[in-house]
């Protein structure tokens, strides 16, 4: 930042220069003239074209409608504006946001008064939101004292989210990384956001290095969840409510009243209880007006089978028993299996026995089957294809593993007499229970890996369009002491494997409502081939594998 004079005028400017050499000069447009502020009494406003101006035998553009691009990297291109132009109404960084500039900066002094940091906070982050940008605000410090108290707030944002900010009153220098890859893809999947290519804007190019670094960004190892517990709460009171809304409005516009959903005792189905017990309060029905069922079977454990009745008589449910062994055995006598034999057909006759038995039981109580399978399984395609797969309403498809957990959790809080069984439910390790029980326990996160993980490369790779190899990168990072970068790897590939394969699944998806970003509806969000191609993949992941092991 630096006064800057020309034609006898002084301008308030950002001078923009790289080893010694000056690229470009970008004057003040907006100077306020209220208040504490009278900057017109020395400074003019930023001409309304730009113009070369002739410097030291260098000839040096000068204006505010200046574009900096990095000729390295396509997607780092920045804008410049100063202090007051980010409180105007019609703001330079809207045009810079507008010609391509992925970050915005702005050389400020702002004055402290009580209530304003609060506002300018809010002001970069809407900005950087709106604008699809990261927004780098700079104000300076220890400056007089006579009138007015400069407190040095900076901010590093990006896409809404204050990555770093500084200590008020403290010179702190603060870096972030920002990753502007992230915020190209979301501004290509943003209809609304349209490149406006000024002839009267001018692009200087510069280069830098372009080098492989460990990232800085510290992501969290829950992404679908606020960091603060307070943030969390709210989160889960309104995605519980979110769900049990959809369901009401459902239920209203085809006139019936009675639920059915099958109780297994586990989480799933616990949250899909929750939220029909909250949509009977909003449509005014009686709890009664859900029929509840166990239906044990070979692999039936006595922890869920107790938790599932216990649950349903603390909620005052309809619930009933229902032994499908025998059932089951005629189907697979039928298939000429021996039923000893624990393979997948063994498996998923007694997922598609229950199945039809709540659409059955739902067409002779005139109710609709509700849908309990979560959107990490529905990504990992870990559910029986028209078996737990299939339901007239699945209220859970947009909530996540690690999500499902938090609003188990939180309504136990908020409902103290379920809140021993529901923490039991939440204390047990999440199994299908479809192999005998003698066999040992089944363990879900054991067959296909911890969900926190697949959570984590889910939201990455659909909210943020991140590509496997850079996801990997920064699993590495973020769950470095929790798991060794060879056993994310593994997980990873799995992940990708499985949710490329098991797009069928997803195309034949009953309806449900979307409450987190993401929903893998073909009607929704996602649309994909059923078959698609994922080998090369798993090559870039062995290779930033090596290039991560060589950097350590």
Sequence with gaps: GSPFTYNQKIYNCAIVYQKGKILGIVPKTYLPNYNEFYEMRQFTEAPKSNFILELDNHQIPFGNKLIFSDINRPAFKFGIEICEDLWSPNSPSIKHALQGATLLINLSASNEVIG????????????????????????????????????????????????????????????????????????????????????????????????????????????????????QEKWCDKAIQIQAHGLAKRLESINVSKVVLGLSGGLDSTLALLVAIEAMKIIEKTPKEIYTFSMPCFGTGKRTRSNSELLAEKLGVSFEEVLLEKSVKSHLDDLKHDYVTADVTFENAQARERTQFLFDKANQLSAIVIGTGDLSELALGYCTYNGDHMSNYSVNCSIPKTLVKAIVKRYGETHKDVQDVLEDILDTPISPELLPVENGAQNTEEIVGPYELHDFFLYHFMCNDYSFKKIALLAFETFKNKYLPTTIIKWLKIFIRRFMTQQFKRQAVPD???????????????????????????????????????AN
Excluded: H
């Design 116 to 231: 304003k940091d609060e506002y300018r906070k809010a002001l970069v982050k809407v900005t950087s939101k709106k604008l699809i940008s990261s927004y780098v605000y700079i104000s300076s410090t220890n400056e007089s004292t006579s009138d007015l108290v400069y407190s040095g707030a900076s901010f590093i944002s990006e896409y809404g989210d204050i990555l770093k900010r500084s200590t008020l009153y403290k010179e702190d220098e603060i870096t972030a990384d920002i990753d502007l890859e992230k915020l190209v893809s979301i501004r290509q999947k943003d209809t609304t956001f349209r490149i406006q290519l000024d002839s009267s804007y001018i692009t200087i190019p510069f280069s830098s290095k372009n080098e492989f670094k460990k990232p800085m960004i510290f992501l969290s190892q829950t992404p679908f969840l606020p960091s603060s517990k307070k943030d």
């Design 512 to 550: 449900g409502p979307k409450v987190t970003p993401i929903s893998l509806s073909p009607r929704g969000d996602y649309r994909a081939p059923s078959d698609a191609s994922f080998n090369y993949i798993y090559k870039e992941l062995d290779e930033i594998l090596k290039i991560y092991s060589n």
